[in-house]
């Protein structure tokens, strides 16, 4: 890179633009959507998609709900050709479904794209030409009246084509491709010049699209632009505003919503943001972002997940696991503190209420994602991951100091393996450290215990924890003091018991000893309590690993 990049690359000068009203503005209901997947994201394939592959994302996005779509570029290759003709021959698309055909402004371009949509019952027909001031130098060496023209005469022979052709009904939309690095008095013209000869009307509107084709500037900068072209436009009640940003900077979503502030009422795009280099603008962010304010986006991605296994076959591209709202990981925190604040938050909440669980910008279960993987756990978890796991995988919550005591048994396991402790690994560990603990306590029969092989009685039946560690106190000679004692019914209609015992030398009292807990679950109350004073009696007396020997100590 260079030291002084201004040598070689300058700022983008700033839009004058007195009073400008899109910062002061809020967005209150969906623009008009237009999926741009099968152009603009199938043009930027590595293999572009076989006819069938565009059926499939085709009927997928009439699913979603885009009444919109950018179907192709009929004249650039039979393939396009062809599927367009299917299309309209075995009538896919549906009656509330407008497709949308690309060219350039070329005669025999022209004439193939119209042939392409013989007999269809409505279409948009999209011209497109660059008008930057690069673009007229380097691409077509022409001037700006040239370029005007270029625009003025493609639209010429749409309007007659269609005229030819009033079976269908046309809309007309006019892309000057590069506007965002055009200068805006030119924009203007050569818009002004279009819409000049299609004379579209308050009931027969034209589509102006204009494209941030390379993103170039700060949305702020494209909002300015938007807005100007709002406020400067002939037409303006004739025309449909739109707006086409690309994402090479990163920020095409923002450039998007601020282009709505500023005046735009429909916005091109693809799914997940594909398209030519850094992508098109996301439209299911987008539509997700409309969502998490309250507006209903009119698309429907109540199954996420399914979308993008689509989307991803048919571009043979991933989905970025970070990516907004759809990624593998959105809804997913590994660190402690993410962990706590996101089980507190899912347990207040109410399902008829706003929702407001820290961490998660939406309820994931509104795109079709359970709440499995929210919370997944490594050695950057805390007791609050840990225990939310617990929760759903055996059915009860530990006592707050058996989590605290747990959690660090996991996040030495976690920290030793380097790799994360899947949920089952995590109950495994739980039963093994707290209900299965092993020791010389053991059951003889339904109603004695034996320690080192050796019986004596358990206590009359309906007998408390405290009668219990009494008499194993008794047993074995060491005092045994219950110091904390939990009950619960699990999802299962079991009886969980969690008890923390401490456990001293004969006669020792105070809170010498050591403390530690032991679990059990059981189809009763009494044999859950025994065996977790069993258990927990087991760990204190029983365990040899430094490791555990370490976990039994208080925080
Ligand atoms: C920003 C965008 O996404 S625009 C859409 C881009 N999409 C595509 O290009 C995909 C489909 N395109 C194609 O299949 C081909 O480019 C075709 C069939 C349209 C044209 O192919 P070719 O005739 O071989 O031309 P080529 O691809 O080299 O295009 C460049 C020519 O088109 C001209 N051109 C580019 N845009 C336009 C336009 N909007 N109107 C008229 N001419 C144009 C260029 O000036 C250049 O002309 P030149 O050869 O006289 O210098
Ligand atoms: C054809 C136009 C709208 C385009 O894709 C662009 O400018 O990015
Ligand atoms: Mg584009």
Not at 502 to 513: K, Y
Request: charged content about 20%; proline content about 6%.
């Amino acid at each position: 890179m260079l030291k002084n990049p201004s040598t070689k690359y300058q700022p983008f000068p700033a839009v004058a633009l007195n009073g400008r009203r899109w910062p002061s503005r809020t967005i209150t209901q969906a623009p008009i959507w237009m999926s741009t997947d099968l152009r603009d994201g199938n043009q930027s394939l590595i293999d572009p998609m076989s006819i069938d592959t565009k059926i499939e994302f085709f009927e997928m996005l009439v699913r979603i709900g885009f009444k919109q779509i950018e179907v192709g570029f009929p004249s650039a290759s039979q393939t396009e050709f062809d599927f367009v003709r299917r299309l309209i021959e075995e009538n896919r698309i549906p009656d509330d479904v407008t497709i949308e055909v690309l060219t350039q402004s070329r005669a025999e371009l022209i004439e193939r794209t119209f042939e392409s949509l013989d007999g269809v019952p409505r279409a948009i027909v999209h011209l497109y030409n660059a008008i930057a001031p690069s673009f007229r130098k380097i691409v077509f060496g022409l001037g700006k009246d040239e370029v005007k023209a270029l625009a003025v005469e493609g639209t010429r022979l749409i309007k007659q084509m269609a005229a030819a052709r009033p079976q269908t009904e046309w809309t007309y939309q006019y892309s000057p491709e590069t506007f965002s690095m055009t200068e805006l008095g030119f924009a203007r013209e050569v818009c002004d010049a279009v819409a000049g000869v299609w004379q579209p009307t308050p009931a027969h509107k034209m589509i102006v699209n204009l494209p941030a084709t390379v993103e170039a500037a700060m949305p702020n900068v494209f909002a300015d632009q938007v807005e100007w072209m709002d406020r400067n436009m002939a037409f303006r009640d004739s025309i449909v505003l739109s707006v086409h940003p690309h994402n090479d900077r990163g920020t095409a979503v923002a450039a998007a919503e601020m282009a709505l502030l500023a005046g735009a009422d429909r916005i091109e795009g693809c799914l997940f943001g594909n398209g030519e280099r850094t992508g098109n603008v996301d439209l299911v962010t987008l539509a997700m972002n409309l969502y998490t304010q309250g507006i209903s986006p009119g698309l429907d991605f109540s199954d996420i997940d399914a979308v993008r296994r689509t989307v991803e076959r048919c571009n043979q591209l991933p989905v970025h696991p970070r990516h907004p709202y759809a990624g593998d990981l959105v809804f997913t925190a590994f660190s402690g503190s993410h962990q706590d604040a996101i089980r507190k938050g899912l347990a207040q909440q109410r399902a008829d209420a706003i929702w407001e669980v820290p961490y998660l910008p939406i309820d994931p279960a509104d795109v079709g994602r359970n709440y499995d993987a929210v919370i997944r756990v490594n050695s950057q978890s805390g007791k609050g991951g840990t225990t939310w796991l617990l929760e759903r995988g055996i059915g009860a919550t530990p006592p707050r100091r058996m989590q605290i005591e747990f959690s660090r048994i996991v996040q030495g396991v976690a920290d030793r393996s380097g790799v994360e402790v899947t949920p089952q690994g995590i109950c495994e560990l739980f039963r093994k450290t707290y209900f299965d603990a092993k020791g010389p306590l053991a059951r003889a029969t339904a109603d004695t215990l034996s320690c080192n092989g050796r019986s004596f009685p358990t206590p009359p039946a309906g007998a408390d924890a405290a009668q219990y560690a009494a008499s194993i106190a008794k047993a074995i000679g060491r005092s045994i003091v219950v110091v904390d004692i939990e009950e619960q019914r699990t999802a299962e209609g079991k009886v969980a018991v969690f008890v923390g015992v401490r456990i001293g030398a004969a006669g020792e009292v105070g809170q010498a000893g050591i403390h530690c807990y032991g679990a059990a679950i059981r189809e009763s109350k009494e044999m859950a309590v025994i065996d977790a004073v069993m258990a927990s009696v087991n760990r204190g007396i029983g365990v040899t690993a430094p490791d555990e020997q370490a976990a039994l100590e208080f925080a």
